[in-house]
C-alpha cells in the first residue's frame, strides 16, 4: 500500500495544472483531515475540485472548459444545448450506498415537463462537508 501525504497531493495538483489557465485553491481542513482542492478557469468555465477524505476516499469532479475564451461564440443564451440522456444516449448509472446504513441512495425525482432535474431538491448540501457524497 502506497501512502499519499497532503503534501504530496499539494505537489501533484500543482505539476498537473500548471500548464492551463487553472488558479487552484486549497479548503481549510476539517476536523477529520479532510479537505478540497478546487481549481478552476473563469475564462471558459472549466473547474476541477478534488475531495480528499484521509484514510477512506479521494474523489475528483471535473468540469469541461465550454465557453471559448476568445468570444468566437458570441451570446451563448441564443444556443439549445441537448439533454444529458441526449448526449450520453447509452450512459448506465450505478447506484451510490450510504457510507453510515450502507443502503442504495435514492435516485433523483425523474425530469418534470420543463426539463428540470430533482436533483437538486434531493441535494441540500453545499458538498463542502467532511464525508460528504457528491
Given at each position: ?10 505537489e ?21 483531515g ?16 478534488v475531495?480528499y ?51 442504495p ?5 425523474p ?24
Open positions: 500500500m502506497v501512502s499519499v501525504t497532503d503534501a504530496d497531493i499539494d501533484i495538483a500543482s505539476q498537473e495544472l500548471s500548464g492551463l489557465p487553472y488558479k487552484g485553491t486549497r479548503g481549510e481542513p476539517w476536523e477529520d479532510s479537505f478540497t482542492l478546487r481549481s478552476g478557469d473563469a475564462a471558459n468555465g472549466g473547474q476541477l475540485q475531495n477524505f484521509p484514510d477512506d476516499r479521494t474523489s475528483l469532479h471535473y468540469e469541461s472548459g465550454c465557453r471559448p475564451s476568445d468570444g468566437s461564440m458570441g451570446d451563448l443564451s441564443q444556443y439549445t444545448l441537448p439533454s444529458t440522456e441526449e448526449v450520453f444516449s447509452d450512459l448506465v448509472v450505478y447506484p451510490a450506498f450510504d457510507k453510515d446504513t450502507k443502503q441512495n435514492l435516485p433523483p425525482p425530469r418534470d415537463a420543463s426539463g428540470q432535474s430533482g436533483q437538486s431538491a434531493q441535494s441540500g448540501g453545499s458538498g463542502d462537508e467532511p464525508g460528504e457524497d457528491q
